[in-house]
């Protein structure tokens, strides 16, 4: 069935008088050039004029920053670009229709109109549909700034995480809008979500455990109890954090060998923070003889420990008899290192060590070897002591009576 257009068909009456091919050329050039033109130059620059014209003469200049703004976070839905794009459309509609009247091929216009007729409700329904796809992008966009600006402003999360909350939330938007546009175009969603579930069902049997290391992925991302450079001990391992994924954590230990433990792990074992405070307090032993002066030696030790570079001014060192050891007083030294690492700790430590060992040599506080102090027994000849050849010697330096055979 031809569908026949009357706008059409008066259209085509005026164009009548071009009855032969050399004149339908001529018309088609000369229409193609002059659609050309309007398209890719006069209509340009009238909006340029016109957005201009509005700016001065009624916003004073504020159009001009809000078009910017909005082109720079979203160009394909600048306004004036949508307007610029819907006139060139409708020019090359227009210029198309023409030259198939001047060809006499109305009947091509009447089917294609018979093909796209549309009611009201389907106008309605594509239009909300664009209307919603395009908030679903603004929506994309709005949210990423809003999560870069409340991450720069108010310092909560790391680069990594502020992207994993980006994209998180962007697909939670896009999951939200398909279903209302499924619902919309009277899709069964009952039947959809069932075998979604029984899909997720299967899926989290066969890789419970990746979906555990995602989970506790999300966990530790919002619980933050290290960030990447932290130097951090999680159960039996210890190193440097140089990445934190959704899955996994990884670790550079002291050897220079990267740990990778799976999140839930992480999250099941008890974790260690030695640089979320900033500084860290370092403990070191050491013996004097129990003939030394206790106070005097606090004294000298606290005074060596002061000229170490890396040890912190606030706290100040601290050094305490602790306990009486086999051989010596023990005195527990304690001093703070500010932005701890284990290289630094380690030098401090052996800093420290060095200097306290050469205080004590110049002050004459002595620091004892192992010593055993043997004594008899009452009642007895004393200790019994064997010579070089085996025999028992008395205690007062006599041979014994029994000679070898």
């Known amino acids: 069935m031809i569908v026949r257009l009357p706008l059409v068909a008066q259209f085509g009456s005026v164009l009548d008088p071009l009855s032969s091919t050399e004149e339908r050329l001529l018309a088609t050039v000369a229409l193609a050039l002059a659609a050309i033109a309007l398209a890719a130059l006069v209509v340009p620059l009238l909006l340029r004029q016109c957005r201009r014209l509005v700016a001065r003469r009624y916003l004073g200049g504020t159009i001009d920053d809000f078009v910017g703004q909005v082109?720079?976070?979203f160009p394909v839905t600048t306004p004036v670009v949508l307007l610029l794009r819907s006139l060139q459309v409708g020019i090359c509609l227009v210029t198309g229709v023409t030259l198939l009247v001047i060809?006499?091929?109305?009947?091509l216009?009447?089917?294609s109109y018979a093909l796209v007729q549309f009611s009201l409700a389907?106008?309605?329904a594509w239009v909300f549909s664009g209307l919603l796809v395009v908030g679903a992008y603004v929506g994309m966009g709005l949210l990423?700034?809003?999560?870069?600006?409340?991450s720069r402003e108010a310092d909560r999360m790391t680069a990594h995480q502020e992207q994993i909350?980006?994209?998180?939330g962007q697909i939670g938007l896009l999951v939200v809008v398909a279903f209302v546009l499924l619902g919309f175009w009277g899709v069964d969603l009952g039947g959809l979500l069932v075998g979604a579930g029984f899909l997720g069902i299967v899926v989290g049997l066969a890789a419970r455990q990746t979906l555990g290391s995602l989970i506790a992925g999300f966990v530790l991302m919002f619980s933050r109890p290290f960030e990447i450079g932290d130097w951090v001990e999680v159960g039996d391992e210890e190193g440097v954090v140089t990445d934190i994924t959704i899955v996994n954590t990884r670790l550079e230990n002291f050897d220079g060998e990267f740990v990778v433990i799976p999140n839930d792990r992480v999250a099941d074992r008890a974790i260690t923070n030695r640089s979320q405070k900033g500084r860290l307090r370092l403990r070191v032993d050491?013996?004097?003889?129990?003939d030394a002066d206790p106070g005097k030696a606090v004294e000298v030790a606290t005074a060596a420990i002061e000229t170490v570079d890396h040890v912190a001014e606030t706290p100040k060192p601290n050094v305490f008899p602790r306990e009486f050891g086999d051989s010596a007083v023990v005195l527990e030294m304690r001093f703070w290192i500010e932005q701890p690492t284990p290289p630094k700790r380690w030098r401090t430590q052996a800093e420290v060590v060095e200097r306290v060992k050469a205080a004590f040599d110049r002050e004459g506080v002595t620091i004892p070897y192992p010593q055993r102090e043997l004594s008899g027994r009452a009642g007895t000849d004393g200790v019994r002591i064997e010579d070089g050849r085996g025999e028992p010697v008395r205690p007062d330096g006599a041979e014994s009576d029994h000679s070898p055979n």
């Open 103 to 107: 060809w006499n091929q109305q009947w």
């Open 144 to 150: 990423e700034d809003t999560v870069a600006a409340f």
């Open 122 to 124: 389907d106008v309605f």
């Open 165 to 168: 909350v980006t994209r998180v």
């Open 109 to 111: 216009i009447a089917q």
């Open 71 to 73: 082109n720079d976070r």
């Open 286 to 290: 050491v013996g004097i003889d129990y």
